[in-house]
């Protein structure tokens, strides 16, 4: 998984309220158990006509948020279903950041797992990041984990909380995977004891 430190990076203004995961990637495209390729149809049913072409004014369609790095979202993002295609196919969009007031518990962990990092955050800056957000891309924040703060392109600066354990994997890229191969010699060691003491098993 990828490290997360610190991102600089346009900020798309989402408003909506309880997006739920059928509209962050349709149960449609639910058809491969590869963590990559679903990019292109995230909000799919936001973003394209039904003949394929885009919606012009859905905002991740706009020129200047295509690259959006950051997500500020309304409430109640990731409620539905507990697909983990939903954090899939923001990071492979290229999202690794999410402001809300409140998440879904199973995709706010999800999206730790998947390297993307959710921030909870009180109405009135959600709003204030909101605002900072549609100005277009030439208002870029930043996020840093580590100091756990937002930087508004106004230089403005939010403190946010974030789990110690969930913090550590994000900065050092480990998921559920490469928390488990953490232990990798104390696994091989007790493999080889247990083989000496029960070769029949």
């Known amino acids: 998984m990828e490290k997360f430190t610190k991102i600089q990076g346009?900020?798309?203004?989402?408003?909506?309220?309880n997006i739920d995961t059928d509209m962050i990637i349709p149960k449609v495209f639910l058809k491969s158990i590869q963590r990559t390729g679903f990019g292109?149809?995230?909000f799919d049913e936001m973003r394209y006509n039904r003949d394929g072409s885009e919606i012009a004014d859905f905002v991740l369609n706009k020129p200047q948020y295509r690259d959006a790095e950051i997500l500020i979202a309304g409430d109640n993002f990731g409620c539905g279903s507990s697909r983990e295609h939903a954090p899939w196919a923001i990071a492979?969009?290229?999202?690794?950041?999410?402001?809300?007031?409140?998440?879904?518990?199973?995709?706010?962990?999800?999206?730790?797992?998947?390297?993307?990092?959710?921030?909870?955050?009180?109405?009135?800056?959600?709003?204030?990041?909101?605002?900072?957000?549609?100005?277009?891309?030439?208002?870029r924040m930043t996020v840093?984990?580590?100091?756990?703060?937002?930087t508004t392109s106004d230089g403005e600066v939010i403190k946010f909380e974030v789990d110690a354990f969930k913090k550590h994997c994000l900065l050092n890229g480990l998921d559920d995977i490469g928390l488990t191969m953490e232990k990798a010699t104390s696994i091989a060691s007790f493999e080889d004891k247990a083989a000496q003491e029960r070769p029949w098993v």
């Open 144 to 150: 840093d984990l580590e100091a756990q703060e937002i």
């Open 92 to 139: 492979d969009f290229g999202i690794r950041c999410i402001v809300s007031t409140s998440f879904a518990d199973i995709f706010f962990n999800n999206s730790f797992k998947n390297g993307i990092l959710p921030i909870v955050l009180p109405q009135e800056q959600v709003d204030l990041l909101m605002k900072d957000a549609e100005k277009g891309a030439n208002a």
């Open 40 to 42: 292109k149809n995230l």
């Open 10 to 17: 346009i900020a798309a203004p989402m408003p909506l309220v």
